[in-house]
């Protein structure tokens, strides 16, 4: 929604102010047609030109972020925290009856209860790869955290391809404006016979190239690129508390203790309260019991 209300705002702002300032839309409506097929035909181009099949697909993906915005709320770290809990307390105390959860966590009882989790291939994939190496005894701390830092670099990496290819056209658009602008004048100067109000209109026309590609730049694109990456960022801290959690357990604390380093290292709007914590804590105790 808060995306959505940007859009109008710049359209608003922007298109509003000039017709307020007695700016004809008539000039830039016959032009736009157009000049988008040469500046949006290009920037697409250069897009596929530059991005693999499975690059593309994941760039479109992930413009939705910019209406969906974070996939995790406080919720889920709720959740996560009490997923957690319940797998070290299983681990401490029966490390061969966790096994089975890790081995295949989509028939597990304990993942079972909370589904979006479960539902996250890369959460649960980090869950059970470190459960299972400390169940073989590569439970060193600092090796298994950076290790889980490597991962989640990794995974990070892979994660910005779409805001990459975002900025990188929103970067060009504004060249791509002025390719369409040199166009409309090179139309105009093969028409320099034609009375002056017909030339400026032609000159105009051509204008409209280059407010396009800066408008598109900077009005839609590039702050498109950066709620992406904003996104990704904030969606990484769910993974980030994953390792924060685990490595706690490695370095042997209690159950209580790690969970509450994964809630203190929360995001601070996503954070769920210590009583509020304990409670989920006391009910996942009363279920597994």
């Not at 959740?79 to 797998?87: A, I, P, V």
């Not at 209580?256 to 210590?274: A, D, K, L, M, Y």
Request: proline share 4%; net charge negative.
């Amino acid at each position: 929604m808060i995306g959505l209300i940007g859009i109008v705002i710049i359209f608003v702002m922007v298109f509003g102010g000039y017709t307020l300032a007695g700016g004809k839309m008539g000039m830039i409506l016959k032009a736009l047609p157009f000049e988008m097929i040469m500046i949006g035909g290009a920037a697409v181009g250069a897009f596929v030109i530059s991005n693999d099949m499975s690059g593309i697909k994941h760039t479109l993906k992930d413009m939705g972020k910019v209406f969906k915005g974070t996939k995790w709320k406080p919720d889920d770290y709720r959740d996560l925290l009490c997923l957690l809990f319940e797998l070290i307390r299983l681990a401490r105390a029966n490390p061969v009856g966790l096994e089975a959860h890790i081995e295949e966590p989509q028939e597990s009882s304990i993942f079972g209860k909370y589904p979006k989790v479960l539902a996250d291939k890369e959460a649960v994939a980090l869950i059970c790869d470190t459960l299972r190496s400390a169940s073989m005894n590569y439970d060193d701390p600092h090796q298994v955290e950076e290790v889980l830092e490597k991962r989640i670099e990794a995974n990070m990496h892979h994660s910005m391809h779409g805001t990459h290819a975002l900025q990188t056209i929103a970067d060009g658009l504004p060249a791509l404006g002025i390719v369409a602008a040199v166009l409309g004048v090179i139309k105009t100067m093969g028409s320099i016979d034609q009375p002056p109000e017909v030339l400026g209109k032609m000159i105009g026309g051509a204008l409209v190239g280059t407010f396009l590609g800066v408008f598109l730049a900077y009005g839609l694109v590039g702050p498109f690129a950066g709620r992406v990456k904003t996104v990704v960022e904030e969606d990484a801290h769910f993974y980030q508390l994953i390792r924060e959690v685990l490595v706690a357990n490695l370095h042997q604390h209690a159950p209580n203790i790690c969970i509450e380093v994964g809630r203190q290292n929360t995001p601070g709007q996503c954070r769920p309260s210590f009583s509020d914590l304990e409670e989920a804590l006391k009910a996942a105790k009363q279920d597994a019991a």
